[in-house]
Nanobody, 120 residues
Framework: QVQLVESGGGSVQTGGSLRLTCVES?????MGWFRQAPGKEREGVAR????????YYADSVRGRFTISRDDAANTVSLEMNNLRPEDTGVYYC????????????????WGQGTQVTVSS
């Protein structure tokens, strides 16, 4: 089992920035961030693999968000810049054991989520 705890959500205005952090109870090779807006399905935002350091982003956030990990501390962070109202939602940290894609079904463990609200 892997426990994940997110922090860093909050409310900002359009164009603002936030940094989310997730602490995992043990190391996993693949970690990612997802989000879910009210009335919508959960969607992948970004993920990173330790063994090759490769990160991948959803088109909607590429160039604005940056995912990074600190393996010594078992944390993964999401730096979010130039935030837009459509970025509003609950953001979830997730860990994958086998497949490292950007689909909900690829991930095995989930945090409880942290709210991000962007006002216009």
């Amino acid at each position: 089992q892997v426990q994940l705890v997110e922090s860093g959500g909050g409310s900002v205005q359009t164009g603002g920035s936030l940094r989310l952090t997730c602490v995992e109870s043990r190391y996993t090779d693949c970690m990612g961030w997802f989000r879910q807006a009210p009335g919508k399905e959960r969607e992948g935002v970004a993920r990173v693999i330790h063994r090759d350091g490769f990160s991948y982003y959803a088109d909607s956030v590429r160039g604005r968000f940056t995912i990074s990990r600190d393996d010594a501390a078992n944390t993964v962070s999401l730096e979010m810049n130039n935030l837009r109202p459509e970025d509003t939602g609950v953001y979830y940290c997730a860990a994958a054991v086998n497949v490292c894609g950007l689909l909900v079904s690829d991930f095995d463990y989930w945090g409880q989520g942290t709210q991000v609200t962007v006002s216009s």
